[in-house]
């Protein structure tokens, strides 16, 4: 199966990032998913087949889905004839906002780099949970952990006060709400279909109208197996963890000699193929269709 890795259109670059690269489409953007995989913050060699399809088609559906909890950036998946054919299945068309400068994190179950801190402090991010948690426990509520935003390098968990400095107290608390709602309605839906979200990573931005007044909605990807964490929910059920995300990846990654910094070593084909059929898998549990 072939990937795409690289893009090259005759349009203005607005920015390219570790997996989508964004271009000027007269008075709006065309954000196209590439096939890059990005681990650790480190791009990787190999193209993962079919993700960008994945995360396009799968953040439409969520676009969709949410628009009664907060107006988003999607316009259409329509694309002009001048777009290259490539950039199809993989690219929207989306408004132009200001990205706002923290990533809105909201954790429903506890692992991860939260479990670790949970381990070492009984805390994770600066809130305190309670005693006696394990790897994969369900928190009482979901929480809110934003980061900051890194244009290189790796993002940093910070506390609510810290994001407050940042984007002010006001915009914080609303996007904090809007996230957390997003979430528990994408856990809903996710657990009627079989699966578990675990955690999702949400990017929020404010919208200039022709009058000059400004709103925020919801950018960039919504609740794909990038941005998010998603187990099989039968499996939890007996016990285990079997992710249908990115952190198939990350788990074997973690069995390297390697030091998470760049050049990134080779990713087997097994792997690239396995990491495949778990977004699939994702997609179509989802949205109860196969992509097509």
Known sequence: METLTQTNASLPVFRKGKVRDTYVLDDTLLMVSTDRLSAFDVVFNEGIPEKGAVL????????????????????????????PKEFHRRSMIVKKSEPLKI??????????????????????????????????????????????????????????????????????????????????????HANKCGLILVDTKFEFGHLTAEDGRKSIILIDECMTP?????????????????????????????TLNWNKTPPPPPLPEDI?????????????????KELK
């Open 103 to 188: 990533e809105c994190i909201v954790r429903g179950y506890l692992t991860g780099s939260g479990w670790k801190d949970y381990q070492k402090t009984g805390k994770v991010c600066g809130i305190t949970l309670p005693q006696g948690l394990k790897n994969g426990s369900e928190l009482p509520e979901p929480i809110f952990t934003p980061s900051t935003k890194a244009d290189a390098g790796h993002d940093a968990n910070i506390t609510a006060d810290e994001a407050k400095k940042i984007v002010g107290e006001d915009t914080f608390n609303f996007v904090r709400e809007k996230a957390i709602e997003i979430y528990k309605f994408g856990k809903v």
């Open 56 to 83: 396009n088609n799968l953040s439409i559906f969520w676009f969709n889905q949410t628009r009664h909890i907060i107006p988003n950036h999607f316009i259409s998946d329509q694309l002009p004839k001048k777009v």
């Open 272 to 288: 690239v193929q396995k990491t495949t059929e778990r977004y699939l898998q994702a997609y179509k549990m989802l949205t109860g």
């Open 226 to 254: 990038d941005s998010s964490r998603y187990w099989i929910k039968a499996d939890y059920d007996a016990g285990k963890l079997t992710s249908l995300d990115k952190q198939y990846v990350r788990d074997y990654l973690e």
